[in-house]
């Protein structure tokens, strides 16, 4: 089991992430439930090898492929030469809430991510659209993948790092994929991606490559052992390494995330005092299925899902169908030990959890219902 650590951003600065030691971490869910914009302190991090520190004034993005023109582009030419686009959208971690999974379900590998492996920020950057019509990307061409890679650093478990999205969804403009520059009105950080990155909103983080070089349109997806030999949804018969091994050629990769609700405060194993009126209060946040937000209704349980209540919305006024939704709602418990909190999300799409998602070798996508557990809850 991998455990993550949570460190201070000065702490980032002045460590030597290597590849056997490359910086993993998430905050706690009480802080990220705090504001709707995560802001860089409070953002997770995931990675699979060592974060370079790249020149922005000499960095270009080679866009390759089934182009008509070969293109570089420096990270000027994308900031001036193409309109920008903003948007605010949540990028989350294929593996957040691995260890309700584990815990719940069965032994899973993989890092122990608790339930704060997400972020909603505001990204700007040129379409990923415009970039690649501009390369000379006929948008009618079918079957066809855009495959990222970042060549900066070795990997874990490859030379580089890539992953790859169907063509089809890159160049749908309500899809808003862009080639983020800016992250929250300022320039990506470094261990965000900087100079560019690609943002592909509703999609696993991990397609959402860093210190992006490279964009190659091709008739296959993309042979990183990231795309291929991970973050995939393994059939319960894979059960170890060896029995996996059969199942990763036949199985998709992981694209959109599902629909997911976290109950944020309070947290597991609090001690909570009720107020004067016997009255806890309960905040979390909610992302919605792949394209299909927003999310429409969160509600929350006491008493282990036998009757619900509904939670009242708190951004609902600046959420679009990427973004997650924080909400808070005041619920009467009774004092006692092992007390429980459930909460569960619809989305626009039809989209809602269920008590809990299939388990997998990896513990990727777990959706069931949000959970605080083992609540001490005092007068």
């Known amino acids: 089991m991998d455990l993550v650590s949570f460190c201070t951003l000065e702490e980032t600065k002045q460590t ?3 590849v056997e030691n490359p910086l993993n971490r998430e905050p706690t869910t009480k802080d990220l439930v705090s504001s709707f914009i995560t802001p860089s302190n409070l953002s997770y991090d995931r990675n ?3 974060i370079p520190y790249i020149s922005g004034d000499e960095h270009t993005v080679l866009i390759d492929g089934h182009v008509s023109t070969k293109t570089s582009l420096t990270v000027q030419q994308l900031r001036s030469e193409f309109p920008q686009h903003e948007v605010t959208c949540a990028l989350e971690c294929a593996g957040n809430r691995r260890h309700t999974m584990r815990t719940l379900l069965k032994e899973v590998e ?4 608790g339930d704060a492996a997400v972020m909603n920020c505001k990204w700007k950057g040129p379409r990923l659209r415009d970039v ?3 390369a000379g990307v006929m948008e009618d061409q079918k079957g066809l993948h855009v495959v990222f890679s970042s060549y900066q650093v070795k990997c874990q478990n490859d030379d580089y790092f890539g992953g790859s999205i ?3 969804r890159c160049m749908r403009e309500d899809g808003e994929a862009i080639l983020a520059l800016d992250m929250n009105d300022s320039p990506l950080p470094a261990n965000k991606g900087y100079p560019v990155r690609a943002v592909l909103p509703g999609i696993a983080g991990v397609r959402w490559v860093k210190w992006l070089d490279r964009i190659t349109v091709q008739d296959h997806e993309s042979p990183n052992f990231y795309q ?4 995939k949804v393994l059939p319960p018969e894979a059960v170890d390494k060896d029995s996996a091994e059969k199942y990763w050629s036949s199985t998709s990769p992981m694209y959109d995330m599902p629909i997911n609700s976290v109950v944020g405060v309070p947290s597991d194993n609090e001690t909570v005092y009720l107020s004067s009126s016997g009255i806890v209060q309960v905040k979390g946040y909610a992302v919605p299925h792949g394209a299909d937000g927003p999310i429409t209704q969160v509600q929350v349980s006491t008493d282990h899902g036998k009757s619900w209540v509904d939670a009242k919305i708190q951004n609902d006024g600046q959420s679009t169908k990427w973004c997650w939704v924080l909400w808070e709602i005041s619920v009467c418990m009774q004092p006692g030990t092992g007390r429980e ?3 569960r999300a619809f989305d626009k799409g039809g989209n809602s959890q269920v008590e809990h998602s299939q388990w997998n070798l990896r513990g990727v996508g777990y959706n069931g219902y949000g959970r605080a ?3 001490t809850i005092l007068q």
């Open 166 to 168: 169907s063509l089809e």
């Open 110 to 113: 993989g890092i122990d991510w």
């Open 48 to 50: 699979h090898g060592p």
């Open 16 to 18: 030597d992430y290597s």
């Open 228 to 231: 291929q030999k991970d973050y």
């Open 373 to 375: 557990r083992n609540l």
């Open 341 to 343: 909190i459930l909460s």
């Open 132 to 134: 690649l019509l501009n």
